[in-house]
């Protein structure tokens, strides 16, 4: 929560013309926010614990773009960089999914994956995303889910004014 609190006293520097995003609410760990411009909302989180030496800021986000007709697409930044041979993997309460991914990103493979996500991250206490890095050392990245249902459910509402 402190992180975000941080995250917001920063966006509130910065001239409202450059950042155009709008807060939804903060829910523990989690914020949910709101580009009109775009038009896009999401939930967001920061790793709350990193195994290893992160290279940029990691976080976990379900994003809705009402133009594209998406909504609650799950996506996490990697802490580093993957091995292009190596899977992610999100682990939330026992259960595992295997995620499409870039060397710093990692996506549902479909719909019906972000729908098991989502689920999974409303009935946890905690996710873990893990990969291996391009120097072969593991990349665990790991996240708190209370306030999670919350911030999601407040971008869904929050783009669905932007309809």
């Not at 195994?51 to 976080?59: C, D, L, N």
């Not at 098991?116 to 790991?142: H, L, Q």
Request: charged share 25%; proline share 3%.
């Amino acid at each position: 929560m402190k992180r975000l609190f941080v995250l917001i006293s920063l966006m509130l520097l910065i001239p409202a013309p450059a950042i155009a995003k709008d807060s939804l609410g903060i829910f523990n760990s989690w914020g949910a926010f709101r580009d009109a411009e775009i038009p896009r909302c999401y939930a967001i989180a920061e790793t709350e614990q990193i195994t290893g030496r992160a290279e940029r800021k990691s976080y976990a986000t379900i994003g809705f773009w009402p133009n594209r007709k998406i909504r609650r697409q799950f996506h996490v930044r990697l802490s580093r960089d993957r091995s292009t041979n190596s899977r992610v993997i999100v682990s939330i309460g026992g259960r595992r999914f295997r995620l499409t991914a870039n060397r710093s990103d990692g996506w549902s493979q479909d719909k019906r994956m972000d729908a098991a996500i989502i689920a999974a991250i409303r009935s946890a206490v905690s996710m873990t995303v893990e990969s291996v890095g391009r120097d072969g050392r593991p990349i665990v990245d790991a996240y708190l889910l209370r306030g999670a249902a919350t911030a999601i459910d407040a971008a869904s509402l929050g783009c669905s004014r932007l309809r």
